[in-house]
């Protein structure tokens, strides 16, 4: 087996014992007001799919999210449960932050499309729209701009450039529930 062959087998199968499948980091775009930022290719089951409301609940590990898919992707008649899709997205900006409203749980919240912020170097079959994500707030470091929290799809870290943002992210307590806000590029299709 070839070395480099072993050592992506290596981290596949030590991302599979912590209960995460792997995500993929594929290729950077340039993203107004954040610069460079990598694009994500996240490997999901289909657990559940909405051809209604264009909801597909998907899993990744242990953790499992509804993701809305735009009708550019086209018909979800051939989607069913035990599919594989692979996602891939790239998330821009911060547009907002503020305390989610009493008893909240994480979820996602979808809207078609952003005016801005501009993505660069995105092919044109990625949609651009926003999504406010509800989730646990965990930490917010000033100095580097990064905000820290658990959402439906688990952890995760986003950079904040804005400083009324940072400001308010500022006054916000690990495990406060939170609505982020942000702009992201996603192209959807099945394996």
């Known amino acids: 087996m070839s070395k480099q062959l072993s050592w992506v087998l290596s981290i596949a199968l030590a991302l599979g ?9 594929s290729r950077t775009v340039i993203v107004a007001g954040l610069g460079p930022v990598e694009v994500e290719r ?22 499992v999210w509804d993701v ?14 035990g ?3 692979e996602i891939q997205r790239a998330e821009g900006v911060i ?10 749980r994480p979820a996602i919240v979808y809207a078609d499309s952003v005016g801005s912020p501009s993505f660069q170097n995105l092919p044109d079959k990625y949609v651009i729209r926003s999504l ?10 000033p100095a580097t701009g990064i905000v820290n929290f658990v959402g439906p799809a688990g952890p995760r870290s986003l950079t904040v450039v804005d400083p009324m943002i940072k400001d308010d ?23």
């Open 42 to 63: 996240i490997n999901v089951e289909v657990v559940d799919v909405d051809p209604a409301t264009r909801i597909v609940a998907v899993r990744q590990g242990r953790f």
């Open 68 to 81: 809305y898919v735009p009708d550019v992707f086209g018909t979800l008649q051939n989607i069913r449960a």
């Open 17 to 25: 014992t912590a209960a995460c499948a792997p995500t993929i980091t």
């Open 95 to 104: 547009l907002g932050a503020r305390r989610a409203r009493k008893g909240a």
């Open 132 to 141: 406010t994500l509800t989730a646990r707030f965990e930490r917010f470091d």
């Open 169 to 191: 992210l500022r006054r916000m307590r690990r495990g406060d529930m939170i609505d982020l806000t942000f702009a992201e590029a996603v192209y959807i299709q099945k394996h």
């Open 83 to 85: 599919d594989s899709l």
